[in-house]
C-alpha cells in the first residue's frame, strides 16, 4: 500500500522558515518523481514543487522560487520542502504527492496534508 | 485564479445523474489527459479518474470522465450521498518546463 506521510508543519512568524517531511512507503520511491501541492481555501489547490527520481532535476512555482527548496534522500525513501522567508500568503495546506506518467503526468497518491500557518 | 475552471458548485438528489465540467487550454488539457480527484471534508484528495476515463481500483462504475478538445466532464450516475465532496479536474500544463494545474474545484451537493 502506497504511504505517504507529512511531518514539520506548524505555526511560524512571517519571514521565518520550516522544513516540511515526506515519509514514503509502499512503491519504489527512487524511481519516483515527487511533488508539493499546497491547498487554500482562496485559491484552491496550487502546484508548489516538483523533482525528479535522483533529485537532479527541480522546478517551482514563481511564487515560491528563491525561496523554498525541494530535495530528497533517496536510502531514507523520503522528499523534504525546505521554507526560508515566508509570508503569510504561504499559509495552506501542504500535501505531498506522487508523480506518475500514463500517456501524461498526472498526481496519483497524495499524503494527509500537513498545515503551515505563517502568522505574528 | 485556478488555470482550470469549473463551475463552484453542483447539485443534485439520490439516484440522479450529475455532470461537472471543466475548461481548460491548448497548453493543458488541449495536450494531456485529465485527471479528477475527490475530497471528502477534511481529507486530502484521492484520485477518481486518470487519463480522461480510466478509474483506479476501488472507484465505482457510477464515475466516468470523459474529453473533448480543450474541456472535459465528470459524470455520476446513481447519485449517493457519500459522493457529496468536492472535485477538482487537472491536468499537465507545458507552460515553463511542465508542471500540473487543477481546477477551482466544484462543490457536489446531494439535496
Known amino acids: 500500500e502506497v504511504q505517504l506521510v507529512e511531518s514539520g508543519g506548524g505555526l511560524v512568524q512571517p519571514g521565518g522558515s520550516l522544513r516540511l517531511s515526506c515519509a514514503a512507503s509502499?512503491?519504489?520511491?527512487?524511481?519516483?518523481?515527487m511533488y508539493w501541492v499546497r491547498q487554500t481555501p482562496g485559491k484552491g489547490l496550487v502546484w508548489v514543487s516538483r523533482?525528479?527520481?535522483?533529485?537532479?532535476?527541480?522546478t517551482y512555482a514563481a511564487s515560491v522560487k528563491g525561496r523554498f527548496t525541494i530535495s530528497r534522500d533517496n536510502a531514507k525513501n523520503t522528499v523534504y520542502l525546505q521554507m526560508n522567508s515566508l509570508r503569510a500568503e504561504d499559509t495552506a495546506i501542504y500535501y505531498c504527492?506522487?508523480?506518475?506518467?500514463?500517456?501524461?503526468?498526472?498526481?496519483?497518491?497524495w499524503g494527509q496534508g500537513t498545515l503551515v500557518t505563517v502568522s505574528s | 485564479q485556478s488555470v482550470l475552471t469549473q463551475p463552484p458548485s453542483a447539485s443534485g438528489t439520490p439516484g440522479q445523474r450529475v455532470t461537472i465540467s471543466c475548461s481548460g487550454s491548448?497548453?493543458?488539457?488541449?495536450?494531456?489527459?485529465v485527471n479528477w480527484y475527490q475530497q471528502l471534508p477534511e481529507t486530502a484528495p484521492r484520485l477518481l479518474i486518470y487519463?480522461?476515463?480510466q478509474r483506479p481500483s476501488g472507484v465505482p462504475d457510477r464515475f466516468s470522465g470523459s474529453k473533448s478538445g480543450t474541456s472535459a466532464s465528470l459524470a455520476i450516475s446513481g447519485l449517493q450521498s457519500v459522493d457529496e465532496a468536492d472535485y477538482y479536474c487537472?491536468?499537465?500544463?507545458?507552460?515553463?518546463?511542465?508542471?500540473?494545474?487543477f481546477g477551482g474545484g466544484t462543490k457536489l451537493t446531494v439535496l
Open positions: 487519463s480522461n476515463n
Open positions: 523533482i525528479n527520481s535522483d533529485g537532479s532535476s527541480t
Open positions: 504527492t506522487r508523480l506518475t506518467h500514463s500517456g501524461s503526468y498526472y498526481v496519483d497518491y
Open positions: 487537472a491536468a499537465w500544463d507545458d507552460s515553463l518546463n511542465g508542471f500540473v494545474v
Open positions: 491548448s497548453s493543458n488539457i488541449g495536450s494531456h489527459t
Open positions: 509502499g512503491f519504489t520511491f527512487s524511481s519516483s518523481w
